[in-house]
Every structure is written in structure tokens, then in C-alpha cells.
């Protein structure tokens, strides 16, 4: 008794390190994503005393149109800034960012810059290879104080819940500096991804296994068994449709998995469904041949 107490225990202490290594793994990823995302990084700042500097933030990849929104806030450095704590510019200047079209911004002095909505088109990738698209984007930035061309440095973060947007180089070139990044998925939207290809597998091959048994086994229609292979055939359906960043229909996911899972789960059916009827009128034929002569037999002797 005392050794089935100690080898009960050594199994609880298993299943609760376990459970702990696999939950602070989880909250390790989850950590190192949200401080990877919430970092800024500073591209291109200039040397001049006098500069404007853009804090990009990225927000709203739309990977089916094929574009990404950039939020552009300003800010003055030097004596382009009439009250640095508040941002105010001491002057007008005007803003120019060149992407999918021509965006100007015209700051009024004494006031800080309004947000400005930039529209950037994405390029070199394709939608249908989720979750493994990727893209790239380029922006060009320029300013003008009058007739005088201003310096402009940038400083870039991502709040794409979906994507991940990484600038790979900044640089100025003839008084415009220009942004090249490039556009990924997030680590928690290809974990899900892959956890939904596994789980389609899983669910497939469960069903069709199912079906095996019940077709060698000369089963007939076994309704707790057909409802549970029809209820995973529209449950796929469910789970394919709420992948992260809404893929288009017939995209890598669906090949690899979905298309396969859901004929995989229709024709196990299928084929229960009608060995089950077969075998279903064969006994009914059996008990109704039987059934005449049983009741002959019993039948009592007339007088």
C-alpha cells in the first residue's frame, strides 16, 4: 500500500513540474514578445542642432490590400521647437512623406503637429503563403523650413497585434531620409498557425480511425459515432476561419491541412454511413425472414 502511495505521489510531483515547466515557458514567450514589441528604435537621427524628428508608428497591416498604415507624429529639435516639453513647433514647416502616395503636413507655430495618417504599400510577398507571408515596405521623408531643407530623423514601433513590422535600414540620401522595413506574422500567430495544422491532423486521422473500427467491426449506424464525425466536419470549418489575420480562402494553411482534414472527415463518413446502412438492412432482412417461421411455431394447434 505504502509503495502505491509513494508511486501515486511521484506521479502528482511529475504532472505538477510538468504543468509548471510547460506554464512558465509560456509566460517566458509571452514576456520576451511584448518587450521585443514594445521596443522603439531610433534610425538615421542627424547631427544638426536643428532637426524634426518623426515618431513612426506602425499600426494595421492589411495583407490582402496590401497595406500598412503608418502613424507620423512630429517633433521639433533646436530652434525649429518653441516649447520642447510640449512639442510645439516655433515655425511652420512642412512635412513630406512619399509611399503608396504623396502625404504634406504644414505645422502652424506655437502649436504641437497633429498625428499624420500615412498609407504604405507592401511589396515582394503574398497573401495566400500564410502564415509564412512576408512583405517589405519603403517610405521617403522630407522637410522644409521655407525654402531651407530641415533634417529629419526617425524613430519607429510597432503596434501591430498581428504583424511584425521591423525597419532594416534608415538612411538619408540628398536631404530625404528613407525607410525600408520588413513585414512579418508575430510568434503567437505562427504558434497558433501550426497548432491549428496539428489539430486538424489530429481530428482527421481520429475520425478516420473511428471509422475504421466501425466498418471492420461490421457496426451499423452507430449515431452517437456519426454525430461526433459530422459535428469535427463543421467544427474544422470554425477553427480554419478563426485563424489570426484572416487569411483568404486557399492559402498555404488550407493546403497543407484544412482541404486534406475535411475530405479526410467527409469520406470516413461516408463510407461508416453506408457500411452502416448495408449492415442495418441486412439485420432488419434477417429479423423479418425470421421472423414468419418463429411464430408458425409458436402457433398453437387447432382443436
Known amino acids: 500500500m505504502s509503495l502505491r502511495r509513494r508511486l501515486a505521489g511521484s506521479r502528482f510531483t511529475l504532472v505538477a513540474v510538468l504543468l509548471a515547466v510547460l506554464v512558465g515557458t509560456g509566460i517566458g514567450l509571452y514576456l520576451n514578445e511584448r518587450n521585443t514589441r514594445q521596443q522603439t528604435r531610433e534610425l538615421a537621427v542627424p547631427a544638426a542642432r536643428d532637426w524634426v524628428e518623426l515618431d513612426i508608428t506602425s499600426q494595421d497591416v492589411d495583407a490582402a490590400a496590401q497595406q500598412l498604415n503608418l502613424y507620423v507624429v512630429p517633433v521639433p529639435h533646436g530652434r525649429l521647437a518653441a516649447d520642447p516639453e510640449t512639442g510645439a513647433f516655433a515655425r511652420e514647416v512642412e512635412i513630406t512623406v512619399e509611399s503608396a502616395k504623396t502625404t504634406v503636413l504644414r505645422t502652424t507655430p506655437g502649436r504641437a503637429a497633429a498625428p499624420l495618417l500615412v498609407q504604405a504599400n507592401l511589396y515582394d510577398g503574398t497573401v495566400t503563403d500564410y502564415p509564412f507571408d512576408r512583405y517589405g515596405v519603403q517610405a521617403a521623408f522630407s522637410a522644409k523650413d521655407g525654402a531651407r531643407s530641415v533634417p529629419v530623423g526617425l524613430v519607429f514601433g510597432d503596434a501591430d497585434a498581428f504583424f511584425l513590422v521591423r525597419p532594416t535600414s534608415g538612411f538619408t540620401d540628398s536631404g530625404t531620409t528613407l525607410m525600408e522595413a520588413r513585414v512579418t506574422r508575430t510568434r503567437s500567430t505562427f504558434i497558433l498557425a501550426w497548432f491549428m495544422i496539428a489539430a486538424m491532423w489530429a481530428l482527421a ?10 466498418y ?13 464525425m459530422a459535428a469535427t ?24 491541412a484544412f482541404f486534406w482534414a475535411e475530405a479526410i472527415i467527409a469520406a470516413g463518413l461516408t ?7 448495408r449492415v442495418e438492412h441486412r439485420t432488419r432482412a434477417a429479423a ?9 411455431r409458436a402457433a398453437p394447434a387447432d382443436p
Open 205 to 214: 486521422l481520429a475520425v478516420l480511425a473511428g471509422a475504421e473500427v466501425l
Open 216 to 228: 471492420r467491426g461490421g457496426q451499423g449506424l452507430v449515431w452517437p459515432s456519426l454525430g461526433w
Open 233 to 256: 466536419l463543421f467544427a474544422l470549418v470554425g477553427m480554419r476561419n478563426a485563424a489570426p489575420g484572416a487569411p483568404p480562402i486557399g492559402s498555404l494553411i488550407d493546403y497543407v
Open 271 to 277: 463510407v461508416t454511413v453506408v457500411a452502416g446502412t
Open 288 to 296: 423479418a425472414a425470421a421472423s414468419p417461421a418463429s411464430e408458425v
